[in-house]
Structure formats: C-alpha cells, structure tokens
C-alpha cells in the first residue's frame, strides 16, 4: 500500500474559511454629522475634565475633578451630577434610545450612591468614571445603533481631547 500526504494539496474548490468572534470593532459605523460629532467631542471634554484630567504618578489612573469634589462628604458628590446629568440631558436631546437613558442614568447612581461612602467611594471615584463610561455608551450607539453590553475600554478613555 503506498499512502500519499494530501494535506499540502488544495483543489480550486476547496476554500478555508476562518470563523472567529466579532470584534465590536467589527461593527459597522456611521460616519456622524458634524454637529452631532461636535457636541459629542464637548460632551467627551466635559467627562474628560470631571474624571480623567490629572494622571497620578506611578500609576495607570487620572483623577478629574469629580475626585477632588467627592472629598467634600455629600455636597461634593451632589455637584458632580450637575457635568453628569447634562450628559444624560444632551443625549437624550441627540435622540438616544431610552434604554441608553436608563443604563446612563444606572451609571450615575452607581457612582453617586458608592461615592456617597467616605473613603471607599473616593476610590471608587477615580475609577469608576461614569460620565465617560456614559459618553462612550453614547458614541456607540450613534455610531451603530447599538448599545453594547459592555465597553471596550471599561469606561477608560481612547485617548486625551484634542
């Protein structure tokens, strides 16, 4: 009997597919109008400065201002939900779906009621980040139409505002 190795062989029929998970990259994307891609980069500012403006040193974590008003015990953590709450207001004015309106409004009391515990809700403060967890869940929904289930970079940032 003589066998023949057939595995380096292909016929012109024979196609290889590759199977792997989407990416949410994968996802298509619209390209926004300018007006929606500007109020949305001021929205992104907006989050930028209440939780990602200062980069503590030795570490991967930026604290905003919303940490330094999360000192002041209760009134602090009041006024952060005056940046948070026109996030939610503007994107809702952008025609946000309103299960988008309700998990904005979820991530905002996450942070508001763990924030509410003296020194544990100061750390969470600076890691929690819900305005630029809630911008993001905005861009992607205006981009795809979709509401992730969860984000790519865990509320973090992509990148500084230009």
């Known amino acids: 009997?003589?066998?023949e190795n057939n595995s380096n062989k292909t016929s012109a029929h024979q196609t290889e597919t590759?199977?792997?998970k989407p990416t949410f990259d994968a996802v298509h994307r619209i390209q926004l109008p300018p007006e929606t891609e500007a109020e949305l980069k001021t929205l992104e500012n907006i989050a930028w400065t209440m939780e990602n403006l200062i980069p503590l040193p030795a570490t991967s974590v930026r604290i905003g201002l919303d940490s330094f008003l999360g000192l002041i015990p209760v009134v602090g953590d009041v006024f952060t939900l005056v940046p948070a709450a026109y996030v939610v207001r503007s994107a809702a004015r952008l025609g946000a779906s309103r299960r988008l309106l309700i998990r904005m409004v979820l991530n905002i009391m996450v942070d508001l009621v763990v924030g509410i515990v003296p020194v544990i809700g100061d750390i969470f403060d600076?890691?929690?980040n819900a305005s630029t967890r809630?911008?993001?869940l905005l861009r992607i929904w205006l981009e795809t139409g979709t509401i992730p289930k969860q984000l790519p970079n865990a509320g973090q940032p992509e990148h500084s505002p230009a």
């Open 126 to 128: 600076a890691t929690w």
């Open 134 to 136: 809630n911008t993001q």
């Open 18 to 20: 590759v199977t792997s």
């Open 1 to 3: 009997m003589i066998f």
